[in-house]
């Protein structure tokens, strides 16, 4: 039992850090956050499926600590927020938005179609986090696109947010279906009972 926890530990751990290093190789970035980046979210949606929803909360939420620091290293704090739109961006933006990848491995056990199924709806759950953010924090804030009355917030969000997201669900997706068809990949992520 204890050996079987350090496997789940390490593993969760290697996730992470294999996340966090794909973070940083940027596709494209955007100016108020966010940026299509090289599979990040690939490690953390696999380790759900491998070993289910509850381990997959914990380690997506370590990973939703460490998108927290990076955002404060890209200058979150220069953002001009007022205290509370600040902490309302950190849970939202950060915290619950990272944390919701964890739900991937909700169909885990439905085999491949599952695995799919759990990736997109959690990716799309993040989409859902950040849109919400857009409305609620920038409307404040005021910070729109050249060509935005700031009657349109919500169409702005889905924008601004769907050209980041969008791209990282296809590609996440992809990237997860191409890997799944190798049978060595698809051995590692298979689930494990817990």
Known sequence: MKNKKL???VEGAIMVALATVLSYIRVYKLPWGGSIT??????IVLFSI???VKYGFAVSFVFSLVQLLQGIIDGLFGWGLT????IACILFDYLVAFTVLGIAGIFRKQGVTGWICGIVIALLLRY????????VIWKSVGALWDGFSTDNFWLYSLLYNGSYM?????FTTIGAVLMLKLPQVKKLVSPVDE
């Open 7 to 9: 496997t789940i530990l």
């Open 128 to 135: 859902a986090c950040h849109f919400t953010t857009g409305v």
């Open 166 to 170: 969008l791209p990282e669900i296809i």
């Open 38 to 43: 090289l599979l990040s979210m690939l490690p």
């Open 50 to 52: 491998k070993r289910g």
């Open 83 to 86: 205290s509370g739109m600040l």
